[in-house]
């Protein structure tokens, strides 16, 4: 695949998905970064429907620690992992108010020191908080990116890597969501929704199958 599929591609999908964002509700960095690190092995359906119910009573740092451990696993106790989810939250607040005054850091090794924040949550953190290019290559991109060959790689930094040198410029901050929203909606799993896809003809997997 050569660079002007990929733009070709990220064209298409810019113009299928005008305005490619987040499923996640949240209103602040904070709230964010609490369902980014709830969404890990569940779905944004269930995780909206958790933080329904917890922001509007706790969505600082102070207040999540009001709740304590317990009470916290009260409002996600729907949501898979919620124990060790509850610990690391917890411990990700007391980091935050200790070490950034309560606020969300917008640097990447700030982000990957706070409790249950890998590579992953820290690059969406980037991105959808704070308008950074970066890339979260999650099962959805990660399968895209291969299927597609848009950037082929055996693991997820070999794909964002690959990803984040093939991105046009003009897409490097939408590509995160479009790549999800693409891969979420069309380009799913088990049976892709190839005839209704608007980057068929561009793409190494139809073409071989």
Avoid: W
Wanted: glycine fraction near 6%.
């Amino acid at each position: 695949m050569n660079n002007q599929q990929r733009r070709a591609i990220f064209d298409r999908l810019a113009l299928a998905i005008p305005e490619p964002t987040t499923e996640l509700s949240y209103s602040s960095p904070f709230e964010l970064l609490i369902a980014v690190v709830l969404s890990a092995q569940a779905t944004d359906k269930g995780v909206n429907k958790a933080t329904a119910k917890l922001f509007p009573v706790a969505n600082t740092p102070e207040a999540i620690l009001a709740l304590g451990e317990d009470g916290l696993k009260e409002f996600i106790k729907t949501i898979g992992l919620f124990n060790s989810k509850a610990k690391h939250i917890i411990s990700l607040c007391q980091q935050l108010l200790t070490r950034h005054a309560g606020q969300v850091p917008n640097t990447r090794t700030e982000l990957e020191a706070l409790a249950g924040v890998g590579r992953k949550t820290a690059n969406v953190i980037l991105n959808t908080a704070f308008g950074q290019p970066t890339i979260a290559v999650d099962t959805h991109i990660f399968r895209v990116a291969n299927r597609t060959g848009l950037a082929k790689g055996k693991n997820v930094l070999e794909v964002e890597r690959g990803l984040m040198k093939c991105v046009p410029k003009q897409h490097q901050q939408d590509a995160h969501h479009l790549l999800i929203l693409h891969g979420r909606y069309t380009c799913i799993a088990r049976k892709p929704r190839c005839e209704s896809c608007v980057i068929a003809d561009l793409c190494e997997f139809n073409k071989a199958f």
